[in-house]
């Protein structure tokens, strides 16, 4: 065991350990130094935000393309000259917006605008009130030629059986005789002192025709005799020889009737009733909606700048749509009467709450 090497007391006596240690302490002072300055630095370089001068030097420089290529290209290699007439709009920036500038937004695919909460708005026709004819046109020949078995209010046999349909039909009557009349009387005149056109006054009085009249005449031949009048304006719009006005006081007088209409509708949906008849004021007040949420969509786009003159006009416009869209919605297979407590649903509460803000609405908008 003497020829053993024995370690001394101390290991930083060794003569080949001792300058590793060195080393090291050495490498771990100068990490500390150099090494934390360089965190420090990119701390600041995020969270310091300038506290004095100009909005110029707090904003990043901001490269165009061309020095973005040029960056990139190995050092001494000279970029392509520039030609005479060469097309470089791909190296300049956007240029910079005036203030004051405004720019339109490009027309949607399903309309010239776009509305609120999603709406798809219709795309007008450059002719004032021919997009608002044809759509009173299309909503009343829907129910009379487009719907399976046409007009049920009035037949015998299977319209005793389809008392939900009668009632929607019903409501889609009402609603475009309305609108029908508002056409007649403000929004194609230019004033009280103007004349009636005759197809209006024609289709007008055939829409007041009893709905459940099967003979004599027969509400079906009535209202399509009516149509073919509208269409008649129609034509007169499209040859210049009658005049559709957008003016505020043609809007306010067609929201007012809807208004009053609407007023009578929520007071059926909040009467009692009893289970069996429940649907009926529902399905009713379906068909107005309807016929309303497709008036108005066409009303928002050409009275847009009489609504925009209005303080909120859009906005509250927007939201008349909204909850006529709601009321659309509401689809349920089977019509409940429940107690509003209860624990079946109240199917004419659900529509009545998205109906009265409307009316509540065109209420604020006719006034302002």
Known sequence: MGGLWKPSGSCCQSPVIRPRIILMAFVLVSFMVFGSNRIAVALQTHTIEPEQGSAEQAKPVQK???QETEKLKPQGEPGPAATPGQDQSHALPAPAEKPGDTHAAAPAAGGEHGGGHGITLPELSPIPGVTFVETLIRVMDHELHGRTLGW????ILIG?????INNYQLGVLEAVRFTALRLKDSL???GDADTYDPDLEQAVNLFMNSATLWWFPEAES??????EHLKNFKTKLETGKRTFYYRRDNLV???SAYRDQLGNVNRSLVQPSGWYHSDEPFYYAKGVAHVYYEILKVCKVGFKTQLTSTMHGMDIMDEILHELDTAENIRPWLILNGDLGGWLANHRANLNAPLSETSHLLVILSQL
């Open 222 to 227: 009535s209202y399509s005799q009516a149509i």
């Open 253 to 255: 007088a067609l929201l």
């Open 64 to 66: 165009t393309p061309a």
């Open 188 to 190: 194609t005149r230019m």
């Open 152 to 155: 049920r209010p009035n037949d």
């Open 160 to 164: 005793r059986f389809t008392d939900n």
